[in-house]
């Protein structure tokens, strides 16, 4: 069943929303304001979350909460990824949720947290030891990111390949299993009491094959995604059912975001939409269809 329905992926990284247009956030707080209404007259219990955001910013936090955005929410999320792109040290993590916890009271959230083996498998089989570790007991839910390594002929979702260089391919490795389908060393010491973060791409070949591992794991609780780019292609509610079908034993958080080029300010998928309340549609169709009204439900929202 879908557990929570996500507003936006990283607002606060470039290769998510486009900043440049909104820098002070304005139009992406009043996006995600209109959004949670619009959940939330239609389907009050479920959990809207905000976020994730990266960089860990107790600052973009506190703008957001000048807003007034804290109150249509019931829980923030973050992201961290200390072992790969961030400045700070993997046993910061106490502190990096600390520091939103002193200045916001709602749940915290991790998101997206991961390792990958871009280096050597052995490093990513400590970053998960010791992200469960340090975060098991601390915050009430979180998601390794990710199951399944991107194949190389892809393309990471970064604006920044070129500045980043060879932190650029460890986007790649981010999996308990590599491109081939091969297990990884480091999927031996995933703890099921995690959720995976998984994003599947539209008619990703690969849904059936994470499933069966998902299942083989033990995991419940699973944090994907809905693009409302998407949303936008012709017969696309035929691979969002039949995707949500086979999603219907987990617990999902359904994470919603990109614009359609067509309806932003910019024909790109972070900018802010022209019109927020486009957005807001979107959002109460995915809840209609998937939480409310859904022939997959296994309980009532």
Request: aromatic residues 14%.
């Amino acid at each position: 069943m879908v557990e929570a329905i996500k507003i936006w992926n990283e607002p606060n990284n470039l290769s998510h929303w486009d900043f440049t247009i909104d820098p002070e956030w304005k139009e992406f707080s009043e996006m995600a304001r209109i959004a949670a209404i619009s959940i939330r007259s239609v389907a009050p219990t479920v959990k809207i979350i905000l976020g994730g955001i990266s960089p860990i910013d107790p600052q973009f936090i506190s703008l957001l909460a000048s807003y007034g955005l804290m109150e249509y929410y019931d829980a923030v999320a973050i992201h961290g990824f200390p072992l790969d792109w961030n400045h700070w040290m993997i046993d910061e993590w106490p502190k990096k949720v600390k520091q939103i916890r002193n200045i916001c009271q709602l749940p915290i959230w991790v998101t997206e947290v991961g390792a990958s083996s871009f280096g050597a498998e052995e490093v990513q089989v400590f970053g998960l030891k010791r992200t469960n570790e340090l975060l098991m007991n601390l915050v009430p839910n979180i998601f390794w990111y990710s199951l399944l390594d991107l194949p190389p002929t892809w393309e990471a979702t970064t604006r920044h390949r070129e500045s980043e260089g060879s932190a650029y391919y460890r986007h790649f490795y981010m999996g308990l299993i590599d491109a081939n389908g091969k297990p990884k060393q480091a999927i031996k010491y995933f703890d099921p009491g995690m959720g995976i973060c998984q994003w599947f791409h539209y008619e990703d070949h690969r849904l059936l094959f994470a499933i069966e591992w998902l299942k083989k794991l033990g995991v419940r609780k699973l944090r994907t995604g809905i693009s409302w780019a998407d949303w936008h292609r012709k017969d696309a509610t035929k691979w969002f059912d039949f995707k949500m079908e086979k999603l219907k034993d987990f617990d999902t958080t359904i994470t919603l975001c990109f614009t359609p080029p067509s309806r932003g300010k910019r024909a790109t998928v972070t900018s802010p939409p022209i019109y927020p309340e486009e957005f807001a549609q979107f959002a109460v169709d995915i809840v209609k269809r998937y939480v409310i009204d859904s022939k997959y439900k296994t309980d009532k929202t």
